[in-house]
């Protein structure tokens, strides 16, 4: 049986459930929207369809990524683990620095009815089409970004399941709480979690990368803990040196 | 065709939500290997450069940023 530390599994599994928090909470935003407007069926169907979609795009994946040599797979997903990580960190310094807006759930609640509202004025034979297909590319499209984190952090160690069950944790919180509040869940610390995911998602990055050309991090995976401690320390470093005094950085 | 088109268009934004972030580490990620791999310098020098390149990409990107649309 192999055994995986868990310094390594902790954060891929940690990564996979906050990433997948923050995008469930945007997807729920949206079927919420579409469930409260157009009734649960259509927003059901979309959802459904589109968690069928992406588990296909996991089943063909997987097997594929087992034929690509491990240091190439650790390469190719440590740099787009780079790209997509920092990516993150970035906006999450912006946001927590008061530059760019915080996500609001309530207003793209709002935003979303609102169209809803006006498609159903226009036009009235395939409302609940209409609908589902909103609920459909909200899930499916939130979802895409779960499923590179999921494969990104799973794939170069075997940890595809691990990383996988952490995602689902969240679905499943996120649909509790959901049903529990029945509004949108405007309350999670959106910016807070991004942070943190893309903190872990840059730290996986240079170090599947670095693993990729060949580089044997000191200390092995106890590397991972020290980059990410580094992107931490730098990102709320650099936010608070960019905080404006005026800023809504409560979350 | 609407929504193939936005999953492209997301799948995209994923990774290159920012051209300047996205030139600037695909360029340093390019160096690190150029060391590493055809000029054999020690791995872990290059370990070194990827990671304090990154945290400098990192921080450049986000106060250009701030500063461009504080400019505004």
């Excluded at chain 1, 599994?9 to 079927?31: C, Q, R």
């Excluded at chain 1, 809803?116 to 909200?138: M, N, V």
């Excluded at chain 2, 055809?38 to 390149?53: D, F, K, N, S, T």
């Amino acid at each position: 049986m192999v055994t995986v530390a868990w310094s390594v599994a902790g954060p891929a599994i940690g990564a996979a459930f906050l990433a997948s928090l923050v995008e469930v909470v945007e997807a729920f935003t949206i079927v919420l929207a579409v469930g409260t407007l157009r009734g649960w069926r259509p927003a059901a169907l979309g959802t459904v369809t589109a968690l069928a979609v992406l588990a296909l795009m996991i089943v063909v994946l997987g097997p594929l990524l087992d034929s690509v040599p491990l240091h190439l797979l650790q390469f190719i997903i440590g740099v787009l683990l780079l790209l997509f990580g920092m990516g993150w960190l970035r906006k999450a310094i912006l946001r927590a620095a008061g530059v760019i807006p915080l996500h609001d759930e309530a207003a793209i609640f709002a935003s979303e009815s609102e169209q809803l509202a006006e498609a159903a004025s226009q036009q009235r034979t395939s409302l609940d089409w209409i609908a589902g297909l909103t609920a459909f590319k909200a899930v499916l499209l939130e979802g895409l970004e779960v499923v590179f984190i999921v494969i990104a952090v799973g794939a170069g160690r075997g940890l595809l399941w691990p990383a996988a069950a952490g995602a689902l944790a969240a679905c499943l919180a996120i649909l509790a709480i959901g049903i529990i509040v029945h509004k949108p869940l405007a309350k999670v610390p959106e910016n807070t979690l991004k942070f943190g995911v893309g903190v872990m998602l840059s730290a996986f990055g240079v170090f599947w990368t670095g693993e990729g050309l060949g580089i044997d991090w000191p200390g092995q995976d106890i590397a991972l803990v020290i980059f990410a401690a580094l992107f931490l320390g730098i990102g709320l470093v650099t936010a608070s040196a960019l905080r404006r005094p005026t800023a809504d950085i409560a979350r | 065709m609407s929504i193939i088109a936005e999953v492209a268009k997301e799948l995209l934004g994923m990774f290159l939500a920012d051209a300047r972030l996205t030139t600037t580490t695909l360029a340093l990620v390019a160096i690190v290997a150029g060391l590493v791999v055809a000029l054999r310098v020690e791995p872990l020098l290059g370990g070194g450069v990827l990671l304090l390149g990154c945290l400098a990409i990192l921080v450049e990107t986000v106060v250009r940023e701030a500063r461009r649309r504080n400019a505004t």
